[in-house]
């Protein structure tokens, strides 16, 4: 599309102001994570208008104590709450389910799309129309069957019921059915069985998609927040996004302490964002169906 | 009748002598002795071990196999058959050794504690589990079913078709084995468990209707308020935050699309709050609008108390928006940069100014994005529940407590888990109502 300067001008300082905006709840945390908790809490008083609001936000006495104690330990740090804990199990619940998602869908989505078999669309499109089913209603029996696993407080919970999902194979076969079939032809002329096909061939094609569904069941599986506060009744069990909601009581009075565990929470989405970033933009688009 | 048509009909005869068959179970506490008999589907109801899931793998898998064998499949349907026979075998093996199962063990201690003995947990000795003759003949009809169906496996042209026909399913199989469990199962429980009284750990006893009765009719009664009250609240939000959910992301995507310069880094910006997780946004937001030093009182200078309605209203959607806005964003992005350009210039040569051509060529060929998008944020926004509870939850509950609130505090902390499961029900009607809608705009969309 051909945009007029005058046009491309007003966009970039709409953009502009609209960025300032976007960004005052992030700068604000940031700036005051590095305060102590009695300086959060003296730096705003008898605030006089809008400027003297800005300058008082600038940490004078920068300190970086808070992340050092709510991650590793010290005066301020609450025994009961170990945020170095609490990472770590998002570590292991985002990544495991991230893997897990990827294999499986990207089996799944070649099958159903490349292994032409007969009832194959009909169980797809039955699997998709259940899946269409609220989850809401399936939350509380899923606790339950949790439950009967052994699973409450378990890390297996986080991580084995999101492979349910269907949504990400409908993604995965929309985009191969972008890829021409030569390949897969060509290959199985050559002696390749179905397996080798799907390894050496399918899943490179599918790189771009797999990355975005891959980043997706990351910051899903990361961010997570109802399933978690009802399976997890342990804190030492706990998510750490989830996890920042029990700290909401406990660190009452240590604002800064709390703000800097949320300011750590959003560093390893942001980092895989930036990595895949390139993807991105293909990857939303075939999940929006745009180019079904 | 054919050979396919039994084996159909042997399956299905498994799938109808699996609900008629039934295991007993006894014990003995200071020589008493108590007995239970309970048929299988009250055993797979009460989803109380391990072992029971494989319950639910057997009935869907079985019910595959005979709709495979129904359509003429028949090296699928002697596969599912024996899966089935197979997972049902595993079961019974499992469970007679199963010593923890805490449904067994609540209905033989209530008949202890009926005859007055007082006992502790470890004074029961093992309990001694039997099955029904009918549970052993619905095994063998399993199998039979299976080798009813097994094609003929003569010559290696047949193998070899055996062997094609069954390699998708290896493939699929993971995921059907996933969706079965950790889908199929709990949606199942959930619809039954709206009609029964639950705590959520022990086993649902049936009411029948009496739920949604108390939850439709019953003036005065807290579970009637709270139903009324949040779902109220939650179409409230709905209806306030699904517009901006749309324009604003459009109005963004529209300015991005310009290429004006930095758009690539306004871009990151404005996607930014998607990658966080609703506690942190809402943790952040309630330092914006806190009265004693929030941006908005201290900074914009604003009066109002934003923690009540009808604020509170205004800074849930924001805060939703903020959060939200990233997706349906990149997803309008991605459907302007497929317009083709040509549109443009010819209406540009037509005299057209800006808004003319949004309205004339941009609006319409964004026709399907705008749909899918309404639909995905109109179901997103129905399952609302972080930002209310973490920004208004404390001090006034009532005003902007949504529906999914409640289903969480009765089942968790009431242990009123048959109420939550009626009013989840109720909720996730309303869903699929729009979410139906969304699976069809899908299906003709990929069938293109």
Known sequence: MRTSKYEKRFAGIFMTVLAFFWLIPIVWLLLNSFKTDSDFITSFSNMKGPLDYVSRLWPHNFTTINYVEMFIGGAGANTTANLLEMSKNSFIVSISQMLLVVVLTSLSAYAYERLHFPGGNAIFWTLMYMSMFPNVVAMLPLFKISNALGWVNNLNALIWPALAGVFNIFLLRNFLKGIPRDFDEAASIDGANSFQIYARIILPAMKPVLIVVALFSFNGAWNDFLWPTLVMTDVKRQTLTAGLRLLMGQYEQKWAHLIAATVVSIVPPFLLYLGAQGYFLQGISIQAGVKG | ?448
């Open chain 2, 1 to 448: 009748m054919t050979r396919t048509r039994i084996a159909a009909l042997l399956a299905l005869a498994f799938v109808v002598l699996f609900f008629f068959s039934s295991i007993t179970a006894t014990a003995t506490v200071k020589d008493m002795e108590a007995t239970v008999t309970n048929s299988l589907g009250k055993v797979l109801f009460s989803l109380s071990s391990t072992s029971i899931l494989l319950l639910p793998l057997t009935i869907c898998t079985m019910l595959i196999a005979a709709l495979s064998l129904l359509y003429g499949r028949r090296s699928a349907g002697m596969m599912f058959a024996f899966v089935s026979a197979v997972c049902f075998g595993i079961f019974l093996l499992m469970y007679s050794n199963e010593q923890a199962n805490s449904s067994l063990y609540s209905q033989l201690s209530e008949q202890w504690k009926a005859a007055g003995l007082a006992f502790r947990k470890r004074d029961v000795g093992t309990v001694t589990v039997r099955y029904s003759p009918l549970t052993f003949l619905t095994l063998a009809l399993g199998f039979l079913a299976a080798v009813t169906a097994m094609p003929a496996v003569g010559t290696q042209g047949d193998r070899h078709r055996i062997r094609r026909d069954l390699l998708p399913y290896a493939y699929i199989g993971p995921h059907l084995f996933f969706f079965i469990i950790f889908f199929i199962t709990p949606a199942i429980y959930g619809v039954y468990a709206a009609f029964t009284k639950w705590d959520l750990f022990t086993d649902p006893q049936w009411v029948g209707l009496e739920n949604f009765r108390v939850l439709l009719t019953q003036k005065g009664n807290t579970y009637y308020f709270q139903l009324r009250n949040g779902l109220l609240n939650t179409i409230k939000f709905v209806v306030y935050s699904v517009p901006f959910c749309i324009l604003v992301p459009l109005t963004l995507a529209t300015a991005l699309h310009t290429k004006a310069r930095g758009s690539k880094f306004f871009q990151s910006i404005y996607y930014l709050p998607s990658l966080m997780s609703i506690t942190t946004v809402t943790l952040a937001w309630r330092y914006m609008f806190f009265k004693s030093y929030g941006v908005m009182n201290h900074f914009f200078m604003s009066k109002a108390d934003w923690f009540v309605p009808p604020y509170s209203w205004i800074m849930l959607v924001v805060v939703t928006v903020w959060w939200v806005n990233g997706g349906t964003m990149v997803i309008y992005q991605s459907a302007l940069a497929s317009i083709p350009t040509e549109h443009y210039e010819a209406a540009s040569v037509d005299g057209a100014n800006a808004w003319q051509r949004f309205l004339h060529i941009t609006l319409p060929g964004m026709r399907y994005p705008l749909m899918f998008t309404f639909v995905m944020s109109v179901i997103a926004q129905f399952n609302i529940y972080g930002q209310p509870l973490i920004l208004t939850g404390f001090g006034n509950q009532e005003a902007n407590a949504v529906l999914l609130m409640y289903v969480y505090e009765n089942a968790v902390k009431k242990q009123a888990a048959g109420m939550s499961a009626a009013m989840a029900l109720i909720l996730g009607l309303c869903i699929m109502v729009v979410s139906y809608a969304q699976m069809r705009m899908l299906r003709a969309n990929s069938a293109q």
